[in-house]
């Protein structure tokens, strides 16, 4: 197993973490439930620690592709730069689940206002994961996509890069 079998098996890891983790905070945030909230912060904390070898393995897996014929230069740098956002919210989100699980067993008192950021920045987190694995997708996956829309962003991309003059 290589790194880009790494990649392709731990991405979805971060992006079903969060989806699944923002109910079951506001689950047991609204039931008062210190367990399923710990389960949900940690959660959170799992998918900012699992997100670091998916972007590290990144790289790799894009010199594997990129010289495939059916794989757009323009999708996978749009994947990139959407998964470099990704990466720094997830972080974020990891850490404020671990923030999360501090706070709510020493400051109680706190833990109001915490859950309201922390579901603010739980979506967005989501919103962006969700996003970043759809444009993954349409590097190898074409029926993601129609053909015309591949066939203008080729054409940008070359040129761009001076290939079409």
Excluded: C
Aim: glycine share 10%; proline share 3%.
């Amino acid at each position: 197993m290589d790194s880009v079998h790494i990649h392709l098996i731990l991405n979805h890891v971060p992006i079903l973490l969060t989806i699944i983790s923002i109910p079951i905070v506001f689950w047991g945030y609204y039931r008062s439930n210190r367990s399923i909230l710990r389960l949900g912060l940690l959660g959170f904390l799992i998918a900012g620690l699992t997100v670091i070898p998916v972007f590290l393995t990144g790289e790799t897996a894009h010199e594997r592709v990129e010289n495939i014929q059916t794989v757009s230069e323009p999708y996978m740098e749009e994947h990139e730069d959407a998964a470099e956002v990704s990466l720094w919210l997830t972080l974020l989100l990891g850490i404020i689940g671990l923030s999360g699980l501090i706070i709510e067993r020493y400051r109680p008192g706190f833990f109001h206002v915490y859950i309201a950021a922390l579901l603010m920045v739980s979506l967005v987190t989501a919103g962006f994961l969700t996003y970043t694995g759809y444009l993954g997708g349409n590097i190898r996956h074409t029926e993601l996509h129609n053909t015309t829309g591949l066939q203008k962003a080729d054409a940008i991309h070359k040129d761009a890069d001076g290939d079409n003059d």
